[in-house]
């Protein structure tokens, strides 16, 4: 079966979830959602797989808009996007970002791919 649910937070190594509609809450191991961590933000609506009654897998929104924590410093006068550089967002993910990026921008990512899409004004 698969729902949306919300993150609420993180319990030592459990993820707690609730139905927006029901406002059942659930739990989730960290364990059990492997590469999807570096996706997960409190508050953040995710499409969750339900086995035998227990979320099994957590699947993060397509498009994610997350500030960025950590970068080296932005160069001036390369706007075209084609040049990267290694960079982290609030959600710990390690991500190739544009080099006119900066910390505390926030940005666009794909989450299937882990691509930068774009800045969000």
Known sequence: VETKMRLLYRDGDDLVLMDDETFEQSRIPVSAVGETEQWLKDDIVYDIIIYKGNPINVEPPTFMELEV???EPGLRGDTSGRVMKGGRLE???KVQLPLFIEVGEV???DTRTGEYVSRVN
């Open 91 to 93: 959600t710990g993910a």
């Open 107 to 109: 940005v666009r990512f």
């Open 69 to 71: 924590t950590e970068t």
